[in-house]
């Protein structure tokens, strides 16, 4: 049974800094695409930002998150980051992190198609005090 299971959310500041982790069981991710994704109250999930299995490890942000947020993967620990930093009362969400397979001709439109994913964590909460 594939599991991701995120953590490392909670309440900070405006102008803080918090790391998300996602752990992820049950099969490896290598060739996948890992992401990020956050839903705040009476919005819209929307994506944040992915990071794909490949020398370098090409990775897509959400346009308001740009200079603020690093993913980064580790295949070796089955695992998935998001360093947050500035953080603002706007970031403020359930943080979920998702993996599906990738291939070479998918675009960022595609990464964008929630239905594409195949597996989900069950979120964290990221709150941000301003």
């Known amino acids: 049974q594939v599991q991701l299971v995120e953590s490392g959310g909670g309440l900070v500041q405006a102008g803080g800094s918090l790391r998300l982790s996602c752990a992820y069981s049950?099969?490896?991710?290598?060739?996948?695409?890992l992401g990020w994704f956050r839903q705040a109250l009476g919005k819209e999930r929307e994506i944040v930002a992915i990071?794909?299995?490949?020398?370098?490890?090409?990775?897509y942000y959400l346009d308001s998150v740009k200079g603020r947020f690093t993913i980064s993967r580790d295949n070796a620990k089955n695992a998935v980051y998001l360093q947050m930093n500035s953080l603002s009362s706007d970031d403020t969400a359930v943080y979920y992190c998702?993996?599906?397979?990738?291939?070479?001709?998918?675009?960022?439109?595609?990464?964008?198609?929630?239905?594409?994913?195949?597996?989900w964590g069950q979120g964290t909460q990221v709150t941000v005090s301003s």
């Open positions: 049950g099969r490896t991710f290598t060739g996948y695409v």
């Open positions: 990071i794909r299995d490949a020398v370098g490890g090409d990775t």
């Open positions: 998702a993996a599906m397979p990738d291939r070479a001709w998918y675009s960022r439109d595609y990464y964008e198609q929630q239905g594409a994913w195949h597996y």
